[in-house]
């Protein structure tokens, strides 16, 4: 059975920074994407940033591009997302994505396009 646990939440203020993990278990994902999602209140989840494979591509969207950075850690079977000066509009809950299915293209990531995803954790960035 597949788990994804992220960690590293929290309230931080405007120009702050904050670091999520997920860990997975029950399968190795170092040959396979894990990525990130988000979703405000009253939005629907977007995409963020995903690693298609270890030290494959990676791909953000463009609305953090040059403020946040994934990473994994094959050994521990973790993603990471390195969030740098945060502004409000980052705020939402942040879900943690792993299993490619294949249904669409690497470059314009939907949900649809993962098979496991985490329960979630509230990043809240004041002004």
């Known amino acids: 059975q597949v788990q994804l646990v992220e960690s590293g939440g929290g309230l931080v203020q405007a120009g702050g920074s904050l670091r999520l993990s997920c860990a997975a278990s029950g399968r190795s994902f170092s040959s396979d994407a894990m990525g990130w999602f988000r979703q405000a209140p009253g939005k629907e989840r977007e995409f963020v940033a995903h690693s298609t494979w270890s030290r494959g591509p990676t791909f953000y969207a463009d609305s953090v591009k040059g403020r946040f950075t994934i990473s994994r850690d094959n050994a521990k079977n973790t993603v990471y997302l390195q969030m740098n000066s945060l502004i409000p509009e980052d705020t939402a809950v942040y879900y943690c994505?792993?299993?490619?299915?294949?249904?669409?293209?690497?470059?314009?990531?939907?949900?649809?396009?993962?098979?496991?995803w985490g329960q979630g954790t509230q990043v809240t960035v004041s002004s």
């Open positions: 994505a792993a299993g490619w299915n294949y249904r669409g293209s690497y470059s314009t990531p939907a949900i649809d396009n993962y098979d496991y």
